[in-house]
């Protein structure tokens, strides 16, 4: 295959992550104006972006073993087909029920495009330093369409209704799946043994309801008894996956994999990162709408210096790995994350938006980008080429699963000193000045002073309207400031699991020929 082929194959492979990873970002801009012409409430909002991410997390590893089995590029096909005709069924839907249901559907297409993505690019990019970049573009991409989806997102809501971010996704799809079969060339495992649909089951119940417990702890209570019975259920099914997998002749997933410290670290550092960036992608979207009351579009440009970061240091970070190696780039790309965080945990009603806001951004931007490329690239560099797509689904999984764990966890502590600060000065306003509805609304989110600043004077008593808007966007900042020093602790904590386990040499060419394995 010619230089100029793999390229434009590459092409078509991070066109179709970004419709993927941007997806879900956009529908999070939506979400508001979308719960006033269904009359949803804040639950119900909240599914229609887990449902996606439920399915999504949940059928990566199956949809990762399906492409090494029966081809990357069909597995890929298939799920752009199909995001296509889920997205019509989303932009058609006339109740909340069927736009989750349509949500549900888009994630179990996404995971079968997502994981053949990086597997196709390893097999594409035979050569070490081309397969790093390639990484390197894949990585980028990827945090960058996280990045850009609140700026496209409010430019679909500024001019059109919440069914556009549903209808761009059928034409994009369509082109990307066209061009995918005339350009991107076809790869499986050369060697597949028994199948393995007992492996597959396992692996989708331990994952599905993990993170189906993570998503409703906050509701349920982190300790409920249905959260602990689904924490057991999840434990139990992932004990007998790893029991079954070491002894079936052709698992879904290769549980050596996780022996090799050049695997299972850089997956933990991914997991790490996410976890710190959905967290802080979390509390700056209600820091833009509620403390800054940006509108939609205003917060997509502001957050844009977060997406430039990203797209400038995964690349550069790659090409530094290649020389100083893979250990010294991920630890540093983690400090820089932590300072990141940390100098967002300082950030005050009163702070402007050019100082450590913009500072934190792209600290978390560049940090970010730095641990993911290499890390990824360790991670499939240390998988066979039959095993690219299992590798590539534990590389994906590890980064859903760490990023819907840091909304849960830092949403839930951003939540608790939140409704503690303010849920008492609310309560206490008369239901003529806020209703019910408006009570509970501004109990659980500071965007609610959004509506809360256009209400006419004489709903809210004129001299509390201010003091209360005030106290809403100091509480949430305080909960952000404990939030941040709990990512900032879990950043450093694994520099240093890095640093201290992982290997700081990195071996000549390709890891999985040189036997990384052993290491």
């Known amino acids: 295959m010619s230089s100029r082929k793999r390229w434009l194959a590459l092409s078509v492979i991070c066109a179709a992550e ?14 508001p104006s979308l719960g006033v012409q269904l009359h949803a409430n804040i639950s119900g909002l909240q599914w229609v972006v887990d449902a996606y991410t439920l399915t999504f997390a949940g059928l990566l590893l199956a949809f990762g073993h399906l492409g090494d089995r029966y081809g990357r590029r069909t597995v890929m096909a298939v799920g752009l087909a199909g995001i296509a005709v889920m997205s019509i069924g989303g932009a058609l839907a006339a109740d909340l029920g069927q736009v989750i249901a349509a949500r549900a559907a888009m994630g179990v297409c996404a995971a079968a495009v997502f994981p053949a993505t990086l597997a196709l690019i390893i097999n594409i990019f035979d050569d070490a330093k081309e397969r790093a970049l390639a990484i390197a573009a894949w990585t980028a991409m990827a945090g960058f369409a996280i990045a850009i989806g ?109 022996r090799i410290r050049r695997f299972s670290l850089p997956a933990l550092s991914i997991a790490i990162a996410y976890f710190s960036m959905f967290g802080f992608l979390f509390m700056i979207t209600q820091y833009f709408q509620g403390v800054m009351e940006l509108s939609p579009l205003q917060f997509g440009i502001h957050s844009l210096p977060f997406a430039v970061a990203i797209a400038v240091g995964a690349p550069l970070a790659t090409v530094i790995a290649q020389r100083v190696g893979t250990t010294s780039v991920i630890v540093f790309g983690l400090v820089v994350m932590s300072i990141g965080m940390f100098v967002a945990g300082q950030v005050k009603v009163e702070t402007p938006y050019v100082g450590p806001v913009l500072i934190s951004m792209v600290l978390m931007g560049l940090g970010l980008a730095i641990v993911q490329g290499p890390a990824t690239e360790s991670i499939m560099s240390s998988v066979s080429l039959d095993e690219a797509g299992a590798g590539s689904a534990v590389n994906d999984t590890t980064r859903e699963v760490g990023g819907t764990l840091g909304v849960a966890v830092l949403g839930s502590i951003v939540a608790s000193i939140y409704t503690t600060k303010v849920g008492p000065r609310i309560d206490a306003l008369p239901d003529a000045v806020m209703n019910p509805y408006q009570k509970s609304f501004a109990r659980e989110t500071v965007i609610s002073v959004i509506e809360i600043a256009k209400a006419p004077t004489n709903s809210i008593f004129a001299s509390q309207k201010s003091e209360l808007i005030y106290a809403m966007k100091a509480a949430s900042l305080e909960g952000f400031q404990l939030a941040s020093y709990i990512t900032v602790g879990a950043s450093l904590a694994c520099a240093l699991a890095v640093g201290f386990f992982l290997p700081w040499s990195r071996p000549e060419g390709d890891g999985v020929l040189l036997g990384w394995r052993s290491k």
């Open 18 to 31: 970004l419709l993927v990873v941007l997806d879900n970002t956009v529908v999070n801009m939506a979400l």
């Open 150 to 258: 609140p700026t496209a997102g409010g430019f679909l809501l500024e001019h059109f209704s919440w069914h556009s971010v549903f209808w761009i996704n059928v034409p994009v799809a369509l082109i990307v799946l066209v061009a995918a079969l005339m350009l991107v060339p076809e790869s499986k495992a050369s060697h597949v043994g028994k199948y393995d649909p007992l492996g597959i089951a396992l692996s989708l119940a331990a994952i599905t309801v993990m993170v189906w417990a993570i998503i409703e702890a906050p509701h349920q209570g982190w300790l409920s008894p249905i959260s602990l019975a689904a924490y057991g259920v999840a434990i139990a099914s992932l004990v007998l996956f790893v029991f079954w997998e070491l002894r079936h002749p052709s698992p879904v997933l290769d549980m050596q994999l996780f």
